[in-house]
């Protein structure tokens, strides 16, 4: 017996019994049972259709994205490779004395129009390639300026005198080494070399110099190599102030510190020998 409820009907509008519950449910199982399943799963698929559709446009627009973007980094980078922007537009140079800013520039290879690419990551190669081009340079630091500006500080290796060979000037450097290029006449302030027969000797005498003060190297006119027998190591010097000092090249720079304190003392002209102890007397001696 089937029940069938009426809601228009006021006396089926109470609540149902038990039982009528239980009719009214085996009643829609059976509907669906009657119902092809190929139906349910036709719309299970569709349910997801618009999601599917969903998914792939969200994809494609992503992709077409990260080509738009890709392509739009290139076309930026290209512009800026052929722009001012990418070259240096000044290079300046400090802490130069004998060198111009031209050579501090080539010999570090950084100049104003070269592309900013040849610094980037090769800075601390191209410092030390700079102390190799060039053997007045001691040591560079470059240093990167953006958009397009850098500067190169230079430390250069000193005037340590000069050396005379056949009537011609050959400047010496403080790391001993003799430039080929002479001159007529020395600058002031520096020795002239004369008389050393090695150039090792000559080496050794030139790091000795460098290590004085500049009052100190100021003073001396001329350095000669003056062995004795007893003292191979000896040189002979003659300063501006009309003394003259004998002095081992081993020991030169630690005796020479005390010259000023002795040449103060001294009532007249006269000679200085620090070869051993530290001593002076004068000319008609």
Known sequence: MKLRLNRNDPKQQRSLTPWEKYQAQAQQ???????PGWIHKAKRIGDKLPRLKHERTRKLVRRLSILLGSFTAVILVMVYLVSPLSHFKTV????????????????????????????????????????????????????F?????????????????YVLKQNRYYEVLENGIVSEQSVTQP??????????????????????????????KRSISEIQESPTKANPDRVHLFM?????????ISSFAKKMAFYPSIAAKMKAK????????????????
């Open 270 to 285: 006269g000679v200085v020998n620090l070869e051993v102890g530290a001593y002076s007397y004068p000319f008609s001696k």
């Open 145 to 161: 300026k953006r958009p397009n500006h850098a500067t190169i500080h230079v430390t250069e290796f000193m005037t340590a005198g």
């Open 29 to 35: 199982k059976r509907q669906r049972a009657k119902t």
């Open 187 to 216: 600058k002031s302030g520096t020795p002239v070399y004369g008389n050393f027969k090695h150039a090792k000797t000559l080496h050794r005498m030139i790091l000795q110099y460098a290590q004085l003060n500049p009052t100190i």
């Open 240 to 248: 501006n102030d009309g003394n003259e000092v004998y002095a081992s």
């Open 92 to 143: 300046r140079v400090t802490g130069n004395v004998a060198l111009s800013a031209a050579q501090v520039q080539r010999a570090a290879q950084v100049q104003p129009g070269n592309s900013i690419f040849q610094l980037l990551g090769h800075t601390q190669q191209l410092e030390k390639q700079a102390v190799k081009r060039n053997t007045r340079v001691k040591r560079v630091t470059i240093h």
